[in-house]
């Protein structure tokens, strides 16, 4: 059974940095897309970033240049740096995994996503 487990969230200020860590149970990291996703308070989840099985990467426009997605297959981990954060980066982010393979160059709408972790608090203060 696909597990993901998320952690590293917390309150920063403006401009500080973290780094999401999403640890994957089960999943078969040859095929297949993985993500972030963010949702706020009274708005829809919106994704964020994606990595596919060959390592190519997606990012919404507004986090272009400053936050970064990758994965450590030996250590079954995604992650998403966030540097130069903003207050409108609050939300709680999501990891997602999806077996099947996308093949457009932008972030897979949720739906696409079969499975989820329970999400991380990121708070960012001005």
């Known amino acids: 059974q696909v597990q993901l487990v998320e952690s590293g969230g917390g309150s920063v200020q403006t401009g500080g940095s973290l780094r999401l860590s999403c640890q994957v149970f089960a999943y078969a990291y040859n095929t297949g897309v993985m993500g972030w996703f963010r949702q706020a308070p009274g708005k829809e989840r919106e994704g964020v970033a994606a990595?596919?099985?060959?390592?190519?990467?997606t990012y919404m426009d507004s986090v272009q240049g400053r936050f970064t997605i990758s994965q450590h297959n030996a250590k079954n981990t995604l992650y998403l740096q966030m540097n130069s954060l903003k207050p409108e980066d609050t939300a709680m982010y999501f990891c997602?995994?999806?077996?099947?393979?996308?093949?457009?160059?932008?972030?897979?709408?949720?739906?696409?996503?079969?499975?989820w972790g329970q999400g991380t608090q990121v708070t960012v203060s001005s």
């Open positions: 997602a995994a999806a077996n099947d393979h996308w093949y457009a160059d932008s972030v897979p709408p949720e739906e696409f996503f079969t499975y």
């Open positions: 990595i596919d099985a060959y390592g190519r990467t």
